[in-house]
């Protein structure tokens, strides 16, 4: 096979003295992602998606929330990380799409900053690299504001 899919899922509660930062970018916000890293989800949902595909299991077993040299990680250096990984076993990015959870703040602004931080770090063009961003209609704990969820889904192609 030539190809492989893995979807990725990730969530993080809101809360004060944290920077909020989504695909790499610090985005200006009264409330941050709490977390043992930075909490990027957006990033943290793309490397479950890329672990996935190769049945590599999750961040958390590369990264876990309970050893301190991972306390603020720069979520981008984890990414880079995971794709040494899925490289070292002869495959690469071919898309991947995701979609970033979020009542506010408004995050259109900074989907091609998102975008090109992602592709720029996975070695890909930034058309490679789909990133949406919705509402849950005030429903649930993002609805509430309580949180920000990310859903990503990879294709994987092997190395020619």
């Known amino acids: 096979m030539n190809i492989r899919i893995g979807n990725g899922y990730d969530i993080h ?85 995701s979609v970033v959870v979020a009542e506010r703040p408004k995050l259109k602004p900074h989907i091609a900053a998102m975008r090109d931080r992602l592709a720029n770090v996975l070695g890909v063009d930034s058309e490679q690299i789909g990133v949406k961003a919705t509402t849950n209609e005030k429903l649930g704990p993002v609805g509430r504001e309580e949180g920000i969820a990310a859903y990503a889904v990879a294709l994987l192609e092997r190395r020619s």
């Open 13 to 97: 509660r809101l809360t004060g003295d944290r920077p909020l930062i989504l695909g790499g970018v610090k985005i200006e916000h009264e409330l941050g992602l709490l977390g043992h890293s930075d909490a990027d989800v957006l990033t943290h949902a793309i490397m479950d998606a890329m672990l996935g595909a190769l049945s590599l299991g999750d961040i958390g077993l590369y990264f876990p929330p309970s050893d301190p040299q991972w306390a603020g990680a720069d979520s981008l250096k984890l990414l880079a990380q995971v794709n040494a990984l899925i490289g070292d076993r002869g495959w690469k990015v071919g898309n991947i799409d």
